[in-house]
């Protein structure tokens, strides 16, 4: 089955570590992207990337690094510099060239910072 | 002002009934808009997407989309306890693409037994 597939579902890391959260995709989209979800909010993104070895910062890029190396994968490192990390963290992909394509969601990875 | 504004809720409705979720945003440009269902702990599952003014209806679900008004709903009929989630309205605002899409904060719907 096609899909989008990120890991691990829960992560538990201490202040000060960088952490790296995986996503994985396997329906041929050509862009990804990476949101965060706080309680009572609605999606922020962070990075998004349309092509392979480019990427773009979204709204609240600072304290996160990515990278684009296969089209499958997008992995996002969240950063010691990052001031609030615990948060729910969901990948997305879809088609690049369709104006309408709406966006797929993978299964997110809740991360907890103490 | 939010580009994207939801009623929070919760919003409560009786089992069987009908469901009535309001979306507007700001943008009077967009082009492309969507719902998604979010459980709770869940990732948000994409249930409709409208692009042209009127209704669209897929099963218990209809999207009504006005861009005179600015608004988008969405309608869900003889609703379940299993309808009960957040539901996230999404717009692409102008001629951007996804990447630009704004989300709003959701409305929680609670169907009661």
């Known amino acids: 089955d096609g899909g989008i597939t990120q890991s691990p579902k829960y992560l538990f890391r201490k202040e000060g570590q960088n952490v790296t959260l995986s996503c994985e995709q396997n329906?041929?989209?050509?862009?990804m992207y990476w949101y965060r979800q706080d309680p009572g909010q609605g999606l922020r993104l962070i990075y998004y990337?349309?092509?392979?070895?480019?990427?773009q910062k979204g709204d609240i890029a600072e304290g996160y690094s990515v990278s684009r190396e296969k089209k499958e994968s997008f992995p996002l490192t969240v950063t010691s510099a990052q001031k609030n990390p615990t948060a729910f963290y969901l990948c997305?992909?879809?088609?690049?060239?369709?104006?309408?394509?709406?966006?797929?969601f993978g299964n997110g990875t809740r991360l907890t910072v103490t | 002002q939010k580009e994207v504004e939801q009623n929070s809720g919760p919003l409560s409705v009786p089992e069987g009934a009908i469901a009535s979720l309001n979306c507007t945003y700001s943008?009077?440009?967009?082009?492309?808009f969507f719902w998604y269902r979010q459980y709770s702990g869940k990732s948000p599952e994409l249930i409709m997407s409208i692009y042209s003014n009127g209704d669209k209806e897929d099963g218990r679900f209809t999207a009504q989309l006005n861009k005179a008004s600015q608004y988008v709903s969405l309608l869900i009929r003889d609703s379940q306890p299993s309808d009960s989630a957040t539901y996230l309205c999404a717009v692409i605002p102008g001629y951007s693409s996804a990447s630009k899409i704004i989300f709003g904060s959701g409305t929680r719907l609670s169907i009661r037994p």
């Open positions: 990337s349309q092509i392979v070895n480019d990427f």
């Open positions: 329906l041929n989209h050509d862009a």
């Open positions: 997305a992909s879809n088609h690049r060239d369709l104006t309408n394509s709406p966006l797929h």
């Open positions: 943008d009077r440009v967009s082009q492309s």
